[in-house]
Nanobody, 124 residues
Framework: VQLQASGGGLVQAGGSLRLSCAAS????????MGWYRQAPGKQRELVAS???????NYADAVKGRFTISRDKDKNTGSLEMRSLKPDDSAVYYC???????????????????WGQGTQVTVSS
């Protein structure tokens, strides 16, 4: 199973960006999909997550500005970011808790599937 993140870039404060995450492989279900970020010198932190039932959770710092969504049929997710601030600058990673079929035909669950990260830079 692989996750491919895209959509980062450079934006001015107050601007918007949309991040996308696409999962591929022999996926049976994505239980939870989330976005994390890591700024230089800081620990990776949860930004937002969404369950298979559509229940979402946000870090206090992004509530009201970011919106997480997912398409269960396409195994994709997105993070809509508005009113961006310089403090939002970081490498953003998508993460998924996935149930999939292994090469041996077994059903397996991996809660630590990560995308490669995409840089978001917000200038003041």
């Amino acid at each position: 199973v692989q996750l491919q993140a895209s959509g980062g870039g450079l934006v001015q404060a107050g601007g918007s960006l949309r991040l996308s995450c696409a999962a591929s492989g022999r996926i049976l279900a994505i239980i939870t999909m989330g976005w994390y970020r890591q700024a230089p010198g800081k620990q990776r932190e949860l930004v937002a997550s969404i369950t298979s039932s559509g229940s979402s959770n946000y870090a206090d710092a992004v509530k009201g500005r970011f919106t997480i969504s997912r398409d269960k049929d396409k195994n994709t997710g997105s993070l809509e970011m508005r009113s961006l601030k310089p403090d939002d600058s970081a490498v953003y990673y998508c993460n998924a808790d996935v149930v999939y079929i292994t090469d041996f035909g077994d059903r397996q669950r991996d809660a630590e599937v990560w995308g490669q990260g995409t840089q978001v830079t917000v200038s003041s």
